[in-house]
Structure formats: structure tokens, C-alpha cells
């Protein structure tokens, strides 16, 4: 049974300030965005439905904690005031980035999508980055349909709020490819950071071998997806492209780093005649555009594994940003994520200092 | 414990002595494999343009595809080398098609003994039967001018994963030849190899002494990363990283190790320095989410360090000493690395000078020789 515990007031006294990002942004459902649809979309979705494409399912055993469930029993998460109260609060987050999980951005029918897009937008702004001044929001917008996307990038991005844009984890297409391109465009002219959320699918199956069983497979396979993508992302070109971009991977691990860039070099150096229009090791490539969080942090099998993994990032270790994923089960906790005896500095900077200049804050 | 000895005197000797856990055979035409082809399949394959299968999963004249000096002399080549395209056959014998090229490049350079593990695509057919006497043509090829020729050698058993029943016939046909120690099976395959689709298989594998060698690629006609397609074979070469990580993800989920607790697995061409967060990740996962796996009683990190082991290239290693201490740290054990050359692909980095060196002389050995010795029965 879940028991809620009352947290003590002291903690905000003597706490330093901590921003998060990865901040679940919930709908208590689709009727939330309501008031943002035109009666044409609430009545399609009320018949139609939304509609990815299926077979990307693995059923939850919870999705939210319990614990975060506003009062009123609306879904955790769902109560910009009551999240105030239960986390930036107590946990004194001077900022946090939303990142809505919604059906936009995974719609079959682009209209449908785009109409979601702003909706979402909408209510972003007015339901949590009006009421509460310590949030920012990720764009919500049609990937899979640059030009649409491009378009809602272009209608928010004036409000300095929106800090990044919107991928899922497993796009139709590994991110790097040249669909992609008009999006980088435009989030490359307006400051916006490119942000590539752990899960979902466009219909290709959730890994390079099929579709597995379980939801653990799901739930242990973003390292996998987030890999393919930022490989793309080096290898296209993208960051040549738009050398200002920055790409944020939000809850797909950050352990898997140091091996994918030593793979990645020693590739290049015997394939680089396929791909003439790359200048520069691959790893160059990321450590200065790949930004991770933390959450779910990673659990060495040894005390010092932890900090060896650090070292292995070097600089690059700048790059990583402390995360609770709240209010999601999984959520980490600020005092508990990181582990005792790590580095004072390097654990400073994870809650506060690199999220504050990935973020501009 | 893993420690570090850089140990002058192992720097200037003689290059020790290895077993190569792995040197990818390859057919060196259609014609090689008529003598051991059903009527019919030679009279298609003369009258139409179904040659075999046309997807190797390496592009074949691609810089990692085959070092110099890895085709055989014509004197090497037993077999006619007609039947293969004109650009193919203007390039010389194919690379790694004759015990004679893997004698001189391998055996006779230092290799105590060398298991086989032949890259031929068999899953890339659709139809099942082309599949099946193909893949029953390449292991009474392998048998014929391979492990007859040659006792050092060892091989894996070819099958047409595709269809698990066929597969598993395959397995039963040959596995009594002593020289059969594995069967191949690429690690891109159209489910996670953990599906109970596939416990047939891993049931005749396991019955048969067998190791299950999971090497680099396939062509199983889904895509390659959980993003589909990527443009360039660079990241399709990388991506394999992630596919042989999902495979161990969905062997251990699905519980195989559980279900045929004798079941041994080689990763073959896979890097190991990716492995060690992966455990991190998939035990803390497991944790949290075994109820539906309930058979998984122990942590899928102890699954994995007792029945896999891993070849040592592509090395992913960072090139300072340190690091890759800590590399192996993370991998925790010192018996799952096994040298291989990966004949006749190549590698950066030489796994002597960037691995091996820093490694006490217990586990030296053991990488060198020992765990494939163990594995394979050498």
C-alpha cells in the first residue's frame, strides 16, 4: 500500500536551489485540451479518436504515483498549483522544463496532429507557464510532418518560455535524416534546443530485432533508440548544418556515452570514405552538442563506478542535467539520485549549474 | 579481479599464442556449393537469376569488409570461381573461401585453432525452401573443405532462423560431426531471439552441446535501429551495438537461461565496453518491473556474466590505460573475453597493444586462449 509521508517544512530553508529537466506536464485527459480545439476537432476526436500508428503498447503497472495525486483526484501532475505545492516547493526547483506527453506529434492524420500541436501549446501557456513562473515548455509539434511543424515552431517561438522542441524517442525515421531538417532550421533560428523524450514510436517496430514481450524490454531499450538517434544526428550532418544546435536526451540513460563515442570514432576511422562531407571525429560532434539527464540515473554495480563514469565523460560531464521525470513511477528523487560520495562539484552542477546554462536560466 | 600489469617483457617477446574465436568463411561462388545441392535447386539456379542470396551484411567491398591479403592464391581456390557476378569475379577469389587463406593468414601465424563462423545470409531468403538447401549446401560445404581439411578448425551450423522449425532440423541434421560447435545466428533477426518463437531452437542448441555464436547482422526485413532506417552502413555498423544489447535483453527477459540453463551464447563482432551500463541499466529495470518475468530470480547482469561470453573486437576501448580498466571493471568478469580476429574484416586498434597488455598474465591467457578453450573445446 502506498503511504504518503508528510515532507518537512525545514528542507526549503537549508536546500540549495535545483533545477529539473525532465517535468511531466499531465493531462487529466484529452478534455483538458478542449478548450484549445475548435468544435470540429472535439467532435472528430469524440467519434474518430486519435490515432498513431499501433502496436507500440506495453501496458504499465502504474503510470504515476499515487502519492502525487492532487485532491481533488485528478491525475497526478495534472494540477499546475498542486505540483507547485508537492514539488517545486519543498524541493526548491527554481526551474523546471515541461515536457507534455500528449497524442500530438503521434498522429496518423496530420491535420488531427497539427490541431493537437497548438492546442497543446496553448495550454501549455496558459495553464502552466502563466500561473507558474519557474517552468518551461517544450514545443509540441508534428514531426513526422515538417512543414506543419515548422509552422507551430514559427506561431510560439516569440515566447522565450518555449525552450526546446519536441521529438519522441523512436521517430519514424532516425533523427538525423533529412526530413528532419526544416525542424533543426527553425529551432536552430530561434534558440530552441532539439529534445528527444524517452519512448513512443511511429510504427517501426521498438527495437533493431522486432518487437519484444514485456515492458521491461521496452523500458530498458531508450538507450538503444536514443543511440541510433544521435549517431544519425552526427552522421547526416546536422550539426555541421546548424552548428548552434543542441540535441537534449531526456530519459534514455546517459551510461551508454563514453562507449558510443570511443564505437563511433574507431567506425569513422574506417568508414569515413562513406560519409566525406563529416570534418571531424564523431566524438567531437557530441561532446559539444548532446546534452542527457539524469533521470533514470544510473546504478553502477560498485561504489566508484559512478565516478569512473564521470571521468570517462571528462568536460563532457557539464552536459549532464539532473532530472525527476515528476510525477511518473519511476520518478527520482533530488536527495537520492546521485550517489553518496560522489564528487561535491560535479553533483552541484548535475542539479543546478548545467541546467542553467543549457537553458539559458 | 582484473588488474593491470604492463609487463615489459610481453611487449617485445613473440607474440603469444591465441585461439581465434572467430574468422567469417565465406562461399566463395554459387558453383562452390553445387556438389552439394539438390537437382533442383542447381537447375534453378543455372536457369534463372536466383543466384543465392544477394545481401551480404557487409557491403562487399567496403573498407571493414575484408583486410589485404584475406583472398586465397588460385591455388588456394578448390572450387570453380564461376557463378559470381563479372565485377565480383574481376576482384579475385573471395575473401576467407578457402582453408588454404585462413591456414597461412591465421593458423600458421599463431592460432593454436579458430572457430568458424560463416556470415553466409541465409535469413535474407524468403523462400524456405531455397533457404533450407542452402543452408544444408554451406554446412556440407564447411564440412567437406573445411573441418575435413583442417582439425584446427572448428565451425557453426548455417540455419534459415527464419522458419525455427527448419532451423532446428538443420541443428539436428549435423550437430553429430565433431567439428560443429555452434550454430551462427545473426544478431539482426525479425523478433527479439528471446521469443518463445525461437525456443525451439534454443532447445536444440542446448541438447546438442552447441553454443549459440550471435554474430554481426542479418537481414531479417525489419529495420535495424527502433528509428527504422538509417542512411549510411557507418551507423547501421554502429547501431549493431544496440541490437546485440536489445537480444541480450529479450534472451534474458524471455528466459532462456531459465528454460535451457545449459545454454552458452558467443557474442560475436558485438564490442564489449557498451556492455557493463547496460547491465547497470537492465538490472535496475528488472527490479522494478520483474513481475511479469518472474522466472528472471536473479539479477540479468549474473545471467549474463555466467552464459555469454564476447569477442574482443571491434575494441571501443578508450586509448588511455586507466579508462580502460575501468572498462573492464564495469564488464565484471575476466572470463568472457575471448580474442578473435574477425578474419578477414577489419578493426582499429591493435587488441594486443590496446587491451591485452594491460591485463595480468592470469587473465591475458584467458583472453588469449582460455575462455575460447573453454567455450569451444580446444
Known sequence: MVQTLARSESRLKTRPALIDGDFHNEMNSIKDLYPYLSSRWKTHIETHGVRGPGGAYYPRFMDHREDARPPSGRVSGSEVGWSAKDYLDPYNVAHAICIPLTPAGRQLNFELDAALASAVNDWQINEWLNPEPRLRASIACSIENPPAAVAEIERVAHDKRFVQVQFSGRPQEPMGRRKYWPIYEAAAKHGLHIMSHAFGSYGNPITGAGWPSFYVEDHVGPAQAAQANVVSMVTEGVFDAFPTLKFVSVENGFGWVPSLMWRMDAAWSLLKSEVPHLKRLPSEYIREHLYLTTQPVEEPHKPGQFADLMEQFGDMADHIVFASDYPHWDSDDPDFALPVGLNEEIKAKIHYENGRKLYNL | MIEAQINDDQRTAVRQSVIDAAIHNDVPSTRALFPY??????????????????????????????????????????????????????????????????????????????????????????????????????????????????????????????????????????????????????????????????????????????????????????????????????????????????????????????????????????????????????????????????????????????????????????????????????????????????????????????????????????????????????
Open chain 2, 37 to 378: 545441392l539438390p537437382a533442383f535447386w542447381i537447375e534453378h539456379m543455372e536457369q534463372t537469376l536466383f543466384k543465392g542470396p544477394t545481401e551480404p551484411y557487409y557491403p562487399t567491398n567496403s573498407p571493414v569488409a575484408a583486410r589485404p591479403g584475406s583472398r586465397p592464391n588460385e591455388d588456394e581456390v578448390i572450387a570453380p570461381l564461376t557463378g559470381r557476378s563479372r565485377a565480383a569475379a574481376a576482384a579475385g577469389p573471395t575473401p576467407a573461401s578457402a582453408v588454404g587463406v585462413v591456414r597461412r593468414e591465421i593458423l600458421d601465424a599463431g592460432a593454436e585453432g579458430a572457430v568458424l563462423c560463416s556470415p553466409y545470409p541465409i535469413d535474407s531468403l524468403h523462400n524456405p525452401d531455397a533457404a533450407i538447401a542452402l543452408a544444408s549446401a554451406v554446412n556440407d560445404w564447411q564440412i567437406a573443405e573445411w573441418l575435413d581439411k583442417e582439425p584446427r578448425l572448428k565451425a557453426s551450423i548455417v540455419v534459415p532462423i527464419q522458419i525455427p522449425e527448419l532451423a532446428v532440423r538443420e541443428i539436428e541434421r549435423v550437430a553429430g560431426h565433431p567439428g560443429f560447435v555452434q550454430v551462427a545466428l545473426p544478431i539482426r533477426t525479425a523478433h527479439p531471439l528471446g521469443s518463445r518463437i525461437y525456443h525451439s531452437v534454443w532447445e536444440a542448441i542446448e541438447r546438442n552441446n552447441l553454443v549459440a555464436g550471435l554474430q554481426f547482422g542479418g537481414m531479417p526485413g525489419v529495420p535495424p535501429t527502433p528509428s527504422g532506417w538509417p542512411s549510411y552502413f557507418l551507423e547501421e555498423y554502429v547501431d549493431m551495438a544496440g541490437v546485440f544489447a536489445t537480444q541480450l535483453t529479450s534472451i534474458v527477459s524471455e528466459g532462456v537461461f531459465d528454460r535451457f540453463p545449459r545454454t552458452r551464447i558467443a557474442l560475436i563482432e558485438s564490442g564489449f565496453s557498451w556492455i557493463g551500463p547496460h547491465l547497470w541499466r537492465f538490472d535496475k529495470e528488472w527490479k522494478n518491473l520483474r513481475r511479469l518475468i518472474p522466472w528472471v530470480k536473479r539479477p540479468p547482469s549474473e545471467y549474463v556474466r555466467e552464459h555469454v561470453k564476447v569477442t574482443i573486437q571491434p575494441l571501443d576501448c578508450p586509448t588511455d590505460r586507466r579508462q580502460v580498466m575501468q572498462v573492464l571493471d564495469q564488464l565484471g568478469s575476466d572470463d568472457m573475453l575471448m580474442y578473435a580476429s574477425h578474419f578477414p574484416r577489419v578493426h582499429a586498434g591493435d587488441p594486443e597493444d590496446r587491451l591485452i597488455r594491460h591485463l595480468s598474465d592470469d587473465v591475458a591467457q584467458k583472453v588469449r586462449t582460455e575462455n575460447a578453450r573453454a567455450l569451444y573445446g580446444f
